[in-house]
């Protein structure tokens, strides 16, 4: 059971690898692109097409979901197993994350900041087994920045509108027009930051090994016939280099977005007047209540 | 066109990657952390509940020696109590034993000089009668003469009186 579990979790990405050397066509020389894209639904608003980047995340969600199962099955209080271990030290990890980011108030977002995490490392290090990362696609970070976005909003929203539109003359009140920019820009510098990140890590690879390959061509090209066409010098650097534009560049760009979500949603909202607006509209109820079976009465 | 450019925007897209990200916090939260936090929140009432029962355990122990070592003062006590009485007791009888001994040592004793008594006064009677008989009988022989017990019995017995005093 335990063994199945993993090895479906292996399985997106084999799968993964199998659908792109079967239906992407090798680029050859400096191609910088996009996703490719398998096919198109027809759809208003320019139609959606289904793309590598779309694939690539499903299959990193299921990888995960599986990873998930293959951790938390079969959890004990006594005589734990290290997947249990695992499974603890990632749930206390990001609760404490949050707990200190966010405050008690927060701590329902421990699976959230969690998913962002994992899908978005996870999507960063597709490169390291050859898929397209679909963190290089602004349209899935763009998404997941939307989300924050639609959150933050719902937090400033939850002491009330009058409160949400004031604080947008906060320090003084002709500042507006800038906090209004600065609220839309959030998302999107979020958006922008990290697909950048990824996709110059990718293009850089792709310009390190193209001038390898150029370099090697130039060195060895004496060689006679195939032996003299083989790129030698693609073979170690590029691995170093891509421990830090894909590993490290992935898992840091994932934590920042993480990180930035759970400033940005703590930061906007209004703790204090929500609290006492809780505080009165509990009064008011108390007040109905007693009302009520007075008039009952 | 087989790829997307580099950057290209598309709503269905953005849409999809962000039900992605919720239905992988849906799954995250359903498969990975309600799973955990129950296990952890089980283990420690678990924890918690061996705890309580150690600390009943010490209580209950605790309380029996308590209930022993008070037991043990009482029977130290009673043992104490017990020695005493018998002591007293034993003190009791041995005084009375020697005062029961003592009144029959001396009620023997009084016997004993009352006897005395009694018989050196017999003696005394006896002999006195002896000298009585033996005066008169030579008297008798002396005088050579009938003698009339009844007119000398008041000179005999007050001789004997004078006997008595010297004697």
């Known amino acids: ?297 | 066109m087989n790829n997307l450019d580099v950057i290209s925007l598309n709503i269905w897209q953005i849409i999809i990657s962000l039900l992605n990200l919720v239905i992988l916090f849906l799954l995250f939260r359903k498969f990975l952390f309600e799973p955990v936090k129950k296990v952890i929140a089980k283990r420690q009432t678990e924890v918690e509940s061996v705890y309580d029962k150690a600390a009943k355990a010490q209580d209950e122990a605790d309380e029996l020696k308590s209930s022993w070592e008070s037991k043990m003062k009482t029977a130290q006590d009673e043992a104490d109590k017990i020695v005493k009485e018998a002591t007293e007791k034993a003190d009791r009888r041995n005084e009375v034993m020697l005062y029961e001994s003592r009144e029959k040592a001396e009620s023997i004793i009084r016997k004993a000089k009352a006897d005395a008594e009694r018989s050196k006064a017999d003696a005394e009677e006896y002999i006195r009668k002896e000298i009585i008989d033996v005066s008169a009988a030579m008297t008798e022989q002396i005088l050579a003469r009938e003698i009339n017990m009844d007119d000398h019995k008041d000179l005999i017995d007050g001789f004997i009186d004078n006997l008595d005093g010297s004697v």
């Open chain 1, 1 to 297: 059971m335990t063994v199945l579990l993993l090895i479906l979790s292996i399985i997106p990405l084999i799968a993964g690898i199998l659908i792109k050397v079967l239906y992407v066509p090798a680029s050859e020389g400096i191609d910088i692109s996009g996703a490719h894209i398998f096919f198109t639904i027809d759809l208003p608003l320019g139609g959606l097409p289904i793309t590598e980047s779309q694939v690539n995340s499903w299959l990193v969600i299921l990888s995960l979901f599986f990873f998930c199962l293959f951790l938390t099955h079969g959890l004990k209080t006594k005589n734990m197993s290290r997947r249990q271990i695992i499974a603890e030290w990632i749930v206390n990890t990001v609760d404490n994350l949050v707990k200190t980011n966010m405050g008690e108030f927060f701590m329902g977002f421990g699976p959230f900041i969690a998913a962002m995490l994992g899908l978005s490392a996870c999507s960063s290090l597709l490169t390291l087994i050859g898929l397209f990362p679909p963190t290089s696609d602004i349209n899935v970070t763009g998404g997941w920045a939307l989300l924050t976005f639609i959150l933050i909003t719902y937090y400033k929203f939850k002491a009330g509108p009058l409160i949400y539109i004031k604080s947008f003359g906060d320090p003084v009140p002709f500042l507006a027009p800038l906090n209004i920019i600065s609220e839309v820009a959030t998302p999107i510098s979020m958006a922008f930051r990290h697909y950048g990140n990824v996709l110059s890590g990718s293009i850089i690879s792709i310009l390190i090994a193209n001038l390898l390959t150029n370099v090697s061509k130039m060195i060895f090209g004496f060689l006679p016939g195939y032996l003299g066409g083989f790129p030698y010098l693609r073979v170690g650097l590029p691995a170093i280099l891509s421990i830090y534009f894909d590993l490290f560049s992935g898992a840091l760009q994932a934590f920042i977005f993480a990180m930035l979500t759970m400033l940005y949603v703590s930061g906007g909202f209004p703790e204090d007047e929500y609290f006492k607006r809780k505080r009165i509209k509990e009064a008011k109820k108390k007040q109905q209540v007693i009302e009520n079976t007075n008039g009952g009465v």
